[in-house]
Every structure is written in structure tokens, then in C-alpha cells.
């Protein structure tokens, strides 16, 4: 096995624990971890790659995204509102004007995306 390979599936390791952490933790966003150490046990292994696609943990919070690019609109409302959260502390108290301005930037962009770019499925 390569060391790159190693390098792949020792990265999918670390983003299924914070996956499994995001689970546990309503402040960490699990989907997003999920999706980036599918992405990594792809490039690092077959076999892990199929062992984490069969899963409990990626089967409930990441293949529905990953298959048709879709979530259930609980799961995006949960989404958005943590991420809220996450960006209106530093909005407050950052005093920086552009700062500020790229926060409020993001925060558009992010409902644009969520709203019109990823498809809202029955629960």
C-alpha cells in the first residue's frame, strides 16, 4: 500500500471520528465530515471505501447528500441553524467592518445555496 493511500485513509479515519463526534455534539455538523472521509476512503482504499458505505453512521447522515444531492428539510434546518449560530458570535464581536461584511456575505451565499442548490426530500 502506498503512503499516500495510508495518508487517505488515515485522513477518513479522522473525519468519521469528527462525523461520529457531530453526532454526539449538536455544535459540529456531521454531513459535511461524513462527505469529506467518503471522499477520502475513495481515493485511499476500495475496501475502505466499501466498508465505510456500508455503515449505519454514513448510510443515515451522509448517502441521501451523496446520492441525489439532497436533505430532508429537518436536517437542513438543523444545519442552518447551527451554522448560524457559529457565525453570528463572531459577528458581534468582531469589529472589523470587512469582517463583518464577508460574515454577512457567507451567510447569504450559505442560505442561497441551501435554499436553491440542494434538493429538500420527504422525511
Known sequence: MKFTNIVFIAFGFIFTGLGIIGVLVPVLPTTPFLI????????????????FRNTKLYKNYAEDFIRDRSMTLRRKAKLMALSDLMLIFPLIRVDNRFVKLFIILLIIVKYYYFMFKIKTKRE
Not at 467518503?38 to 475496501?47: D, L
Open 36 to 51: 469529506v472521509a467518503s471522499i477520502f476512503f475513495a481515493k485511499g482504499s476500495n475496501g475502505f471505501d466499501s466498508w
